[in-house]
C-alpha cells in the first residue's frame, strides 16, 4: 500500500547561502546586518496532505509558488524544517532537468547511471537497459556523448529511466514540456498504464490540459499553501479564472 | 521522515552500502575522466610525485652531497602518502557541489561524495606505490623483505584518517566557503612543515622535533613510508598515536556527515 502523508510541514529556505568570513568579520559591526541576512523564504507553509495509491494529482499554480519543492519534499531530497513528511512505496522521480547527467558519458552509460542513482542493483538495470533505449527512440544518439543531445532528447533519456522501474510512487516535475508532439504522446500513455497498476501520480504542470487528461486530483498551490484541492476540471478552472482576473 | 535514533555509524553504513553501485561506477570514471584525452593517461598519476621525487632528490644531492640514491625513493615514498592527503582534502571541498546533479535529482543523499573523493586518490596512490616498489626493486633489492608488507596496515590507518578529513572538510567548505583557500594556504605550509623532502633528524638537530611530533601528518606518513623503505619500522608508539588520530579524526568527520546529512543540500 503505498501513500503519501504531510502533517504540518513546513519547509524554510535561508537566502543566507554562504557563511564567508566577510559576513562574519562585518556582522558585529551593526545591528542591521542580522536582519537584513535573515532573509527567509517559506516556500512550505504549514502543509497537511495525503495521498494515497491510485490518486494521480496534478501540481498547479505560479512560478515561485512551491511546486518543485514540494515534489523534492516528498522524495526526501529536501527535509522540512518542522512537521513530518512519511512516504510508503518506492519513488522514482524526475526532477528539474540538465542536471544529473554525465555529459561526457554516452547515453547508454547514462541509463545505467541514472538506474543506479534510482536505487536499482546492476542486475536489475541492465536487463531493463534495451527497452529503455527503445523507448526513448534515440537509437544510434545512445552512442554519442550526451553533451551533444538537445534538452528534448535529454528528457526523453530522463523520463524512458525514470518510469522504466515501476515505481509505487512517480514524481515529474515538468516532465514534458521540451519532448516533441510524438514523444509527449507517448510518455502520457506511459504515465496512464503506470498509474492503471494503482500507483501513485504526482506531475508538476503548467498545462492544464495535461492535469485535465492525466489526473483526478489538482492541488493550486500558492506561497507554499495549499489554495484549492479537488477535481482536476474545478480547480484548473478557477484557477485560470484567478490568473485572468489579475491581468 | 524517520527520526531515527540510530547509532551514527550505522546510518553512515547503511547510506553509504545503499549507494555502493554508485559509488564504485563514479569512482572507475572519475580515475578514467581525470586524464582524459592526455597521451599518458593514468600514468601522469605516477610520473608526477615521481618527477617531483627526482627533481628535489637531485637538488639536495648536489647541495647536501647526499646519495640520490638513497635520497630518491625517500622522498618519492613521502610525497605520494602526502600528495594522497593533501590532494582529498582539497578535492574534498568542492564534492558535494560537484555532485549536485545527484543530490538534488535523487534520494542518493551526500554522505557517499567524501567517500567517492577519497577513493578516487587512493587509487592513485597505490598505482604510485606499486611504481615505488618496481624502482626501489631496481635500485636497492637488498633491501626488499616481509618489511614492506606493513605498509597495507599503514595504508590502512592513513585511508582511515583522510577519509574523515574528507568528511570535515566538505561539511565545513560548504557553510563557510572560504575554508578551501586557506586550507590550501595551510596544507601548503604543513608541506614544508611536516619532514616530507627532508629528514626528521633535521629538526631534531636543531631543537624543532617539536613541529612534527604534533603533527598528524608525520605519524601516517611515517607508517606508510617507513615500511614501504624496507629498512627501519616505525615504534610501537608511532602506530598507537596514528591509531588514535585516525579514529578520532574519522569519529569527528562521520559525526558531521550524519549531523548535517539534511542541511547540505540547501546550501549547494
Request: aromatic fraction near 12%; proline fraction near 3%; charge should be neutral.
Amino acid at each position: 500500500m503505498s501513500k503519501i502523508d504531510i502533517k504540518n510541514a513546513n519547509l524554510i529556505f535561508s537566502t543566507k547561502k554562504d557563511r564567508s568570513l566577510k559576513n562574519i568579520l562585518v556582522a558585529g559591526k551593526s545591528g542591521f546586518t542580522e536582519l537584513s541576512n535573515s532573509g527567509e523564504v517559506h516556500a512550505i507553509n504549514d502543509m497537511t496532505l495525503s495521498i494515497t495509491e491510485g490518486e494521480r494529482v496534478a501540481i498547479i499554480g505560479h512560478n515561485g509558488a512551491g511546486k518543485s519543492t514540494f515534489l523534492r519534499m516528498v522524495s526526501g531530497i529536501y527535509t522540512p524544517t518542522s512537521g513530518t513528511v512519511e512516504v510508503e512505496g518506492d519513488i522514482s522521480g524526475m526532477y528539474e532537468f540538465a542536471t544529473g547527467f554525465e555529459m561526457e558519458q554516452n547515453g547508454w552509460d547514462n541509463i545505467y547511471i541514472r538506474g543506479l542513482m534510482l536505487g536499482l542493483t546492476p542486475g536489475q538495470i541492465i536487463p531493463k537497459m534495451r527497452e529503455i533505449a527503445e523507448f526513448s527512440e534515440l537509437g544510434n544518439y545512445l552512442n554519442v556523448p550526451v553533451k551533444y543531445y538537445s534538452s528534448g532528447m535529454l528528457i526523453r533519456l530522463a523520463f524512458s529511466v525514470s518510469t522504466s522501474i515501476n515505481p509505487d510512487i512517480l514524481l515529474l516535475d515538468e516532465a514534458l514540456s521540451a519532448g516533441d508532439a510524438a514523444f509527449i504522446g507517448k510518455a502520457n500513455q506511459r504515465m496512464k498504464d503506470m498509474v492503471e497498476n494503482s500507483k501513485i501520480l504526482v506531475l508538476v504542470t503548467h498545462s492544464m490540459g495535461a492535469a485535465l487528461e492525466l489526473c483526478n486530483r489538482c492541488i493550486w498551490l500558492d506561497k507554499g499553501t495549499i489554495m484549492m484541492d479537488g477535481a482536476p476540471a474545478l480547480v484548473t478552472s478557477e484557477y485560470m479564472r484567478s490568473v485572468g482576473s489579475a491581468i | 521522515m524517520k527520526t531515527s535514533k540510530d547509532n551514527m555509524f550505522k546510518i553512515y553504513c547503511s547510506e553509504i552500502y545503499r549507494n555502493r553501485y554508485l559509488l564504485k561506477v563514479l569512482v572507475q570514471r572519475d580515475i578514467l575522466m581525470k586524464y582524459r584525452r592526455s597521451a599518458l593517461g593514468i600514468l601522469w598519476s605516477v610520473l608526477t610525485p615521481l618527477g617531483l621525487a627526482i627533481v628535489v632528490g637531485s637538488v639536495y644531492a648536489v647541495l647536501f652531497g647526499m646519495s640520490p640514491k638513497l635520497l630518491i625513493p625517500l622522498i618519492f615514498a613521502s610525497i605520494n602518502p602526502w600528495g594522497f592527503m593533501s590532494g582529498t582534502a582539497d578535492a574534498s571541498t568542492g564534492c558535494f557541489l560537484n555532485a549536485e546533479g545527484y543530490i538534488k535529482q535523487s534520494s542518493v543523499g551526500t554522505m557517499f561524495f567524501p567517500l567517492r573523493t577519497t577513493l578516487t586518490s587512493f587509487v592513485n596512490l597505490l598505482y604510485s606505490t606499486l611504481t615505488f616498489f618496481v624502482i626501489y626493486l631496481i635500485i636497492q633489492p637488498n633491501l626488499f623483505g616481509w618489511k614492506m608488507l606493513l605498509c597495507i596496515p599503514g595504508l590502512i590507518i592513513m585511508f582511515a584518517f583522510t577519509l574523515g578529513l574528507s568528511n570535515i572538510t566538505s561539511v565545513v567548505n560548504i557553510f563557510f566557503r572560504d575554508f578551501a583557500p586557506i586550507q590550501s594556504l595551510l596544507l601548503q605550509g604543513l608541506f614544508y612543515a611536516t619532514p616530507i623532502i627532508y629528514d626528521a633528524s633535521i629538526l631534531d638537530e636543531r631543537g624543532y622535533s617539536i613541529f612534527y611530533k604534533i603533527n598528524p601528518f608525520y605519524y601516517m606518513i611515517e607508517v606508510v613510508r617507513r615500511p614501504m623503505l624496507g629498512e627501519t619500522l616505525p615504534g610501537v608508539e608511532c602506530y598507537l598515536i596514528s591509531i588514535i588520530l585516525a579514529f578520532f579524526v574519522l569519529t569527528v568527520g562521520v559525526f558531521l556527515q550524519v549531523k548535517y546529512r539534511h542541511k547540505i543540500v540547501f546550501q549547494i
